[in-house]
T-cell receptor, first 115, second 116 residues
Framework: QQQVKQSPQSLIVQKGGIPIINCAYENTAFDYFPWYQQFPGKGPALLIAIRPDVSEKKEGRFTISFNKSAKQFSLHIMDSQPGDSATYFCAASMASGGSNYKLTFGKGTLLTVNP | DTGVSQDPRHKITKRGQNVTFRCDPISEHNRLYWYRQTLGQGPEFLTYFQNEAQLEKSRLLSDRFSAERPKGSFSTLEIQRTEQGDSAMYLC??????????????FGPGTRLTVL
């Protein structure tokens, strides 16, 4: 059972474009939603995270949009650059009750930003 | 570099052999996690420690797998009688769990295991 579904599997944009990556979750107990960025040969690194009490969070060029009723959240990358080319993973966990240790990841999106 | 480190970075072994991986977390972090990542998939949770106590193990962690964190610092993950299906990237992460509801998990570069 895949608890976090991520799409698209791959995405190609031109420099300056705004790639959007979408995730949907099933478990309504999830209440912490981080996005990770992974370059080849490296471990995932936290980009940005959101709790369900807000509908949007921005950090630099990265924005998370969150729709609690639809159980969906998405990552937008503004003014994308070739250096943003990486694999992006959404994840979810149950932070309340101390269970935030167990991150459930989506399958990842391979983003390519062409110069 | 004071991030999470893992050793070795690559391991090739023959089916049936035992292998052991090491993870050194960020020094002040009290939680340590192990994940497994196969090609085209996101990381899957295997187990985690708070200090030296192993508090949860995923059903993915068969009895051939054992993890330890003897002094609440570094951790080892051992796989006995390796199978080809064990081939994957094994990721370690650490975090500081304190008074905040969420703690950021910082990942190491991983150990890529290939079982021939």
């Amino acid at each position: 059972q895949q608890q976090v579904k991520q799409s698209p599997q791959s995405l190609i944009v031109q420099k300056g474009g705004i790639p959007i990556i979408n995730c949907a979750y099933e478990n309504t107990a999830f209440d912490y939603f981080p996005w990770y960025q992974q370059f080849p040969g490296k471990g995932p690194a936290l980009l940005i995270a959101i709790r369900p009490d807000v509908s949007e969070k921005k950090e630099g060029r990265f924005t998370i949009s969150f729709n609690k009723s639809a159980k969906q959240f998405s990552l937008h990358i503004m003014d994308s650059q070739p250096g943003d080319s990486a694999t992006y993973f959404c994840a979810a966990s149950m932070a309340s009750g101390g269970s935030n240790y167990k991150l459930t990841f989506g399958k990842g999106t391979l983003l390519t930003v062409n110069p | 570099d004071t991030g999470v480190s893992q050793d070795p970075r690559h391991k090739i072994t023959k089916r049936g052999q035992n292998v052991t991986f090491r993870c050194d977390p960020i020094s002040e972090h009290n939680r340590l996690y192990w994940y497994r990542q196969t090609l085209g998939q996101g990381p899957e949770f295997l187990t985690y420690f708070q200090n030296e106590a192993q508090l949860e193990k995923s059903r993915l962690l068969s009895d051939r797998f054992s993890a330890e964190r003897p002094k609440g610092s570094f951790s080892t993950l051992e796989i006995q009688r390796t199978e080809q299906g064990d081939s994957a990237m094994y990721l370690c992460a650490s975090s500081f769990y304190g008074t905040r509801l969420t703690d950021t998990q910082y990942f190491g570069p991983g150990t890529r295991l290939t079982v021939l």
